[in-house]
């Protein structure tokens, strides 16, 4: 107690010193707290771009490219399925409720996405948030649009604007004679920003994709003279043959893989059902590589941090010759100052610990709207991983470690040494 | 001409409907866990699928006596001995509901269904695995676990692994 008191007193008289090494501590340690929490971050993020989704289920092939052109809209199916198979197992009774989407038009860059009014209500992410609308209202109409949050800022539609859709997905303004210029489409509504892949496209109703590809034969657009003017087209003489994927939602998850088990032996079209978490952590393994290179950057920090406090430790220790040859002097055997030291040394790695959890809690808190507005990327404001506590105990371990190296050389700097200085 | 037709038209749809097999590798077996809740006393689903191969020794069509009473030991031990392959937390209790061989082409597939009822939470608990102590060629089981809002999946590489249920 006597030693901790003393360690405590010597620390302070240096206050200066002793501050800007807690502070040095406490910054590597918030940074070390930092990338943790957005490796855990991006992880939960990534994990839950969709939620409450049992099976993503879609014409047969690779079940990572069913889910990236199903969730994140990357890439295209090679096949669709037909809307008769769709109605069979959306009308199955261990069915709660299934999204459609019919892809494969663009506007400008972004997808345009095909689907239903169960989209808006049934689509959850991050748990059980759910798609909210920051001006207007869904799709009534076959040729109303629903932008993205990214969709609208970054074009700078508003509620009315006319928008005219490309076949195809290729990146920039399709082929003009490629566009369904013809068949212009009315903004009616504009989502709230979600940060996941819902913000970057359009969304109509599967029939206005019907209606722009009505009057095209081959995929080929109509020749002049052909065409089926808009006028003539309403929902109800709309009939939709095929969707790319849907989603869906079981009552229960037991009936869950017995429907994943009978799509993918449905007879009467090669079908498949993914389920998306076990897929997405598949996607995270291959693309988790990033998250190593995080952890290696701020080991590296934390070393540095730690290689500081032996600096300015030692350093401090030719200051102190005197006042450990008068400890000596006054009783105290090599081992009191061995444990002096490393005890300063230990309070330090400690109180920079603390400091830099109390920082990273301050900075996460303030900077987390900010965070999730700018990079969609949700870092949650809560107390260290498991992970995170085992960099804490390692730092404050390796403070007290560090401390032996000016300990030894305080053990070996003689009585005779610290006396003999002028001071 | 027309008995003609109406045969092709069958056979091809007969073929047809036997056309699309599913991946089949000796050794390597699929498990899915599900569970409708994480709390109170939660219940849930077992299933196994496994090459024959692994766990009868064969994959042909028993016939003789001999060979249908290997078969069916091995699956009277696959009913008995199921929960020290799937090491579910304790208090969980498995019943078996249908253990079946299935005949898909040249191959066959051992198909084992078990329903489970626990006693209390399991959230935060764990599953691990030994199903090569049992059957000893099953030494790769790709398992899928579904368990409230959990989805995951875990590959067991000779009974390596333990599955986590989320909190």
Redesign the interface.
């Known amino acids: 107690m006597v030693l901790l008191s003393l360690a405590w007193k010597s620390l302070r008289n240096r206050l200066l010193t002793t501050s800007l090494t807690v502070l040095s501590i406490g910054l590597s340690m918030a940074l070390l707290l930092g990338v943790e929490n957005v490796r855990v971050g991006a992880r939960e993020s990534f994990a839950n771009t969709i ?2 989704t ?1 099976l993503i289920v879609g014409a047969r092939g690779g079940s990572l490219q069913l889910l990236l052109y199903s969730v994140f809209r990357i890439g295209q199916a090679t096949n669709n399925i037909s809307y008769e198979s769709y109605q069979h197992w959306k009308n199955h009774p261990a069915v709660a409720w299934t999204i459609p989407y019919s892809l494969g038009d663009s506007h400008r860059g972004f997808r345009v996405v095909g689907t239903t009014e169960d989209f808006y209500q049934h689509l959850r992410f991050r ?1 059980d948030r759910q798609i909210e609308f920051a001006a207007g209202h869904s799709p009534k109409d076959v040729f109303d649009v629903a932008l993205g949050s990214d969709v609208a800022q970054a074009l700078g539609y508003k509620l009315g604007d006319k928008v005219v859709i490309a076949h195809g997905v290729a990146a920039g303004r399709g082929i003009a004679d490629n566009d369904h210029a013809d068949k212009p489409f009315t903004v009616s509504g504009i989502l709230k920003k979600t940060a996941t892949p819902v913000d970057r496209s359009l969304y109509i109703q599967l029939e206005g994709i019907t209606a722009v590809h009505i009057d095209w034969a081959d995929g080929a657009p109509p020749m002049a003279g052909d065409e089926i003017p808009a006028s003539k087209i309403s929902k109800e003489n709309m009939k939709v043959e095929q969707i790319t994927s849907f989603l869906l939602r079981c009552k ?3 009936a ?2 017995q429907l994943q088990r009978e799509i993918n ?1 449905y ?1 009467d079209e ?1 079908m498949q059902a993914i ?4 897929t997405l ?2 996607l995270w393994r291959t693309i988790g590589y990033a998250e190593d290179a995080l952890q290696v950057v701020t080991i590296f920090v934390i070393l540095v941090g730690l290689l500081g406090m032996l600096v300015s430790l030692y350093t401090s220790l030719n200051e102190r010759r005197r006042e450990m040859a008068i400890l000596r002097a006054i009783g105290a055997g090599p081992g009191k100052i061995i444990a002096l030291l490393v005890l300063e040394s230990g309070l330090l790695a400690f109180a920079g610990c603390i400091l830099g959890v109390v920082m990273i809690y301050g900075l996460s808190f303030i900077f987390q709207p900010i965070v999730e507005q700018q990079f969609g990327l949700y870092v949650p404001v809560q107390p260290p991983t498991q992970t995170g506590w085992i960099y804490l105990g390692a730092v404050i371990f390796a403070g007290l470690l560090i401390g032996f190296v000016p300990a030894w050389k305080a053990y070996r700097n003689t009585l005779a040494d610290g006396l003999s200085v002028r001071v | 001409m027309v008995r003609f037709v109406l045969f092709c038209t069958l056979t091809v749809s007969l073929c047809a ?1 036997q056309r ?1 097999h ?1 991946a089949h590798e000796h050794g390597h077996a699929k498990l ?1 866990i ?3 809740t994480t709390t109170g006393m939660p ?3 077992v ?1 196994l699928e496994s090459p024959a191969e692994s766990i009868i020794g064969f994959e042909y069509v028993a016939k003789t006596p001999a060979d249908k009473a290997k078969q069916e030991k091995a699956l009277a031990t696959l009913k008995t001995r199921f929960g020290e392959m799937v090491i579910l937390p304790a208090g969980c209790k498995m019943t078996p509901a249908k253990v079946e061989v299935h005949v898909d082409g040249q191959h066959s597939e051992v198909h084992a269904e078990f329903n489970v009822k626990c006693a209390g939470p399991i959230a935060g608990k764990s599953i691990s695995f030994g199903f090569s102590k049992v059957f000893p060629k099953i030494d790769e089981v790709e398992v ?1 676990l ?8 875990l590959e067991v590489e000779k009974d390596k692994g333990t599955l986590q249920i989320a909190k």
């Open positions: 939620s409450q049992d748990r229960s998850r037991i869950t893989l032996t007879k090669a389920i998306p978490g076990v952590q598949e | 409907q699309g599913k899915a599900a569970f409708e219940t849930g689903a299933e899928q579904l368990a409230g809002a959990q989805q995951a999946k």
